[in-house]
C-alpha cells in the first residue's frame, strides 16, 4: 500500500514541478520555434506515458497486494501468474511504435528544414578550438577561400589557403565576438581545428557538432537584436567550462559598419610580413626596449597555439592565469617553492610544463615543440602585458599563479593534432580536394 502512495505522489509532483518550475528555456530570438514546437511534443508525450504507466503500476501494487481480497480466495493469496499474453503485447508494440513515430517524425522534418538555407543566406564560418572562436566572413567576392591544416602558423591560425584568391579579401575575426545582421539569414559553417565543439546560442534554439576533418552547417535567422552569448556544448576538455564568446545582433547599417573596420585575411598576411615601422619602442604595460614585430608574433603565436583559450590579457583568471602583470611577479609551486617570473622561467614553464607545479593550477599544459624564437616571441608578447613588479600589487593566488600554463595554454595540443590531418577541403561546401589539385570554386 504504502509503495502505491509513493507511486502516485512521485506522478504528481513531478507535473506540478514542470508547470510550477522556474527553470524555463531563455526566450527565443531567431525563427526557429520549432525547435519548441518539438520539445513540446516530446514533452507531452514523454510525460503522458510517464504520467500513465507509474498510475497504472501503482494501481497494480494496490490491487493485487499480498493481503487483497480476492473472490473465491482467501486474504494472502499470490496474483496469478501469466507469463505471455499476446494479445497485450501486441497492442503494446502498436503503442509503442506509434509514440516512437510521433516522437521522431516532427524532428525529422525539423532538421531537414534545418540543414537547407536559403539561396540568400550569408556564410559566417565558426573555427573552434580549445578553448576559443574565431570566425570568417566572405569579402566582396562573396566567396570563401579553401584552407588546411597545413596552412596554420602563428600568423595564420585559422590555416587558410594563402595562394587561393578567393580568401584574400575573407574578413578574419580571431576575438571571442562576432557581429550579425538583424532578420537577415545565416549559413553557419562550422569546423574544428582539434576536438569535437558544439557551437550553440541557446536563445537562436541553433547548436550543432563540429567534428574535427569535416564541416558542418546549419542556418538561422536572427530576430532580436542583443548580445547574446555563445558556448561549447560538448565537453572539449578542462577548459570546456571557459569556451565562450558573443554573438551582438544589430541593425544592418551598424553591421556593416563594423564590418569594413575587421581586417582582411590578406592584411593579416602583409602586417606579420612587413618590418617594423618604427624603431624599438615603449610596449604596452610599461615593458621597453621591444621589437613591435616581435610582439605581433607572439600574439600571433598566443592565438594559433590556443593560448587566448586559457590566458587573458585584462587580469580575468581562465584555466590558466591571467598575463596581466605576471611578469616579475614571484610564484608559489606545490612543493612550497618559489621562483619569480623572468625570461628564463617562462622558457622553463613552456618547453616543460609538467616539471613543476604551481599552486592552483593542475598539470593541464601539455609539452609540445617550439623552437627558440618561438618561446621568445610568447615570452616577449607575456612581457608586455605589464610587471608585477612594476605595479607592486600581486593577484589573487588562484588567479596568478599557475606558471605551468604561465605561458602557453593547456589548449596548445589543439593546433598540433589538427595539423597532423591531410588533404584541403573548402569550407563553403565541405568538398574535399587533394593537396595536389588547385582549389576549385566555391559555392554558398
Not at 149 to 156: A, D, E, K, L
Not at 181 to 200: A, G
Not at 233 to 248: D, E, F, K, P
Request: charged share 15%; with cysteine; hydrophobic share 45%.
Amino acid at each position: 500500500m504504502a509503495m502505491a502512495i509513493v507511486l502516485v505522489v512521485i506522478v504528481v509532483a513531478s507535473v506540478l514541478f514542470h508547470f510550477l518550475s522556474p527553470w524555463w528555456a531563455t526566450p527565443l530570438a531567431s525563427n526557429w520555434k520549432q525547435m519548441d514546437d518539438t520539445l513540446t511534443i516530446t514533452l507531452v508525450i514523454t510525460g503522458i506515458f510517464f504520467v500513465v504507466i507509474n498510475l497504472f503500476l501503482g494501481y497494480m501494487v494496490w490491487r493485487f497486494r499480498h493481503d487483497a481480497p480476492r473472490h473465491g480466495a482467501q486474504r494472502g493469496h499470490r496474483a496469478d501468474y501469466h507469463p505471455e499474453n499476446r494479445k497485450l503485447e501486441i497492442w503494446l508494440t502498436i503503442g509503442t511504435a506509434i509514440g516512437v513515430m510521433a516522437l521522431l517524425a516532427p524532428g525529422l522534418f525539423v532538421y531537414a528544414d534545418y540543414v537547407r538555407p536559403p539561396r540568400e543566406a550569408m556564410v559566417l564560418e565558426v573555427i573552434g578550438q580549445q578553448w576559443q572562436w574565431a570566425f570568417r566572413f566572405p569579402g566582396k567576392s562573396g566567396q570563401l577561400g579553401t584552407s588546411d591544416p597545413r596552412f596554420v602558423s602563428g600568423t595564420n591560425p585559422l590555416g587558410l589557403n594563402p595562394d587561393d584568391p578567393r580568401g584574400q579579401d575573407n574578413i578574419v575575426i580571431s576575438g571571442p565576438e562576432v557581429h550579425l545582421p538583424l532578420n537577415r539569414p545565416v549559413k553557419v559553417l562550422l569546423r574544428s581545428r582539434d576536438v569535437l565543439h558544439d557551437f550553440y546560442v541557446p536563445p537562436f534554439r541553433a547548436r550543432m557538432n563540429m567534428v574535427p576533418g569535416m564541416v558542418t552547417s546549419f542556418w538561422f535567422t536572427p530576430t532580436q537584436a542583443g548580445r547574446f552569448e555563445i558556448l561549447c556544448a560538448q565537453l572539449c576538455g578542462v577548459g570546456h567550462y571557459n569556451m565562450r564568446g558573443m554573438v551582438v545582433v544589430e541593425e544592418q547599417a551598424a553591421f556593416d559598419a563594423w564590418l569594413a573596420k575587421q581586417p582582411t585575411f590578406a592584411m593579416t598576411l602583409a602586417k606579420a610580413a612587413a618590418p617594423p615601422a618604427v624603431a624599438p619602442t615603449a610596449a604596452a604595460g610599461g615593458a621597453t626596449g621591444m621589437d613591435p614585430a616581435l610582439l605581433e608574433k607572439g600574439r600571433a603565436l598566443a592565438q594559433s597555439k590556443g593560448c587566448a583559450g586559457c590566458h587573458s590579457i585584462d587580469g580575468n583568471p581562465g584555466v590558466g592565469p591571467t598575463w596581466k602583470g605576471l611578469y616579475g611577479r614571484t610564484e608559489t609551486f606545490a612543493d612550497g617553492s618559489s621562483a619569480p617570473v623572468n625570461d628564463a622561467f617562462l622558457k622553463e614553464e613552456i618547453t616543460n610544463p609538467q616539471a613543476r607545479l604551481v599552486k592552483g593550477f593542475g598539470p593541464v599544459m601539455p609539452k609540445i615543440a617550439l623552437t627558440d624564437d618561438e618561446v621568445g616571441a610568447l615570452a616577449a608578447y607575456i612581457r608586455s602585458q605589464g610587471s608585477g613588479a612594476d605595479t607592486g600589487t600581486a593577484p589573487p593566488e588562484s588567479a596568478s599563479a599557475g606558471a605551468p600554463t604561465g605561458a602557453t595554454a593547456a589548449a596548445e595540443t589543439s593546433s598540433q593534432a589538427a595539423s597532423s590531418a591531410s588533404g584541403t577541403y573548402t569550407t563553403s561546401n565541405a568538398a574535399v580536394v587533394p593537396p595536389s589539385a588547385s582549389p576549385k570554386a566555391a559555392t554558398k
